[in-house]
């Protein structure tokens, strides 16, 4: 094989390469079972509930939706449409620490008396403020219904649903809000034309170029100025 063909080769299989680490997963999520322990107006009650956490990236925050399979608690009275509004945290863990708060539209359709209360997706923003594997496990969910607040926490120390590959993040800013950075593409800004970026010995090669035509063009100045002035003596 010649040695243009070798190089075309060689050319190729670093570009695959490169798409291959581009394209790579940088998020990791699976469906965790928590087992609530609900503080009610009318006493303790407990469910288990599948929880699936996803994250969206949006420019420099994720957007975060919390899932949940089953419904959790229950109420002695039916709950109108509207009655019942739920929220939660969910607990930052690995690269970064803290909470997100997650909320939620309240129920558009009658619960009824005595039935597991089915919660709706619940969604915040998070900001990361540390590179690194961040991890997001359920944390408290809050239930608000005709004046009560219902408050249930996990008793089995639940795993994370989610677990993110964060890089570019600033440092800066509140849990769930305030900071820039971005996970997915790693870049915390787009250089200007003042900061072009040098990617590897091509652009090296384009500089050398264009140095060696600067060269030519001088040699070439230089001859056409010796030969009018000798002409002029």
Known sequence: ???PKRTALALAAAVAGSVVLVAAPVAQASVVDVNYDCKTPIGAKSAVSPIDIKAVQNGGSYQVTMSFQKGVSSSPVALGPGAMNPSATITLGGADKGT???SGPANSAEIPANSPIKISDLSG???PKANGKVTFTAGVLTIK????TTTCTASNSPGPSLELDVTGAT???ATGSGA???????SGGTPGPSALPKTGPLDSAVALGT???TVVLVGAAGVLWLTRRGRRA
Not at 145 to 148: D, E, F, R, V
């Open 125 to 127: 923003t998070y900001v």
């Open 1 to 3: 094989m010649s040695y």
């Open 211 to 213: 140095l060696g035509g």
């Open 100 to 102: 997100v708060a997650v």
């Open 171 to 173: 440092g800066s800013g």
């Open 180 to 186: 820039t950075g971005s996970a997915a593409t790693g």
């Open 145 to 148: 219904a005709l004046g009560t």
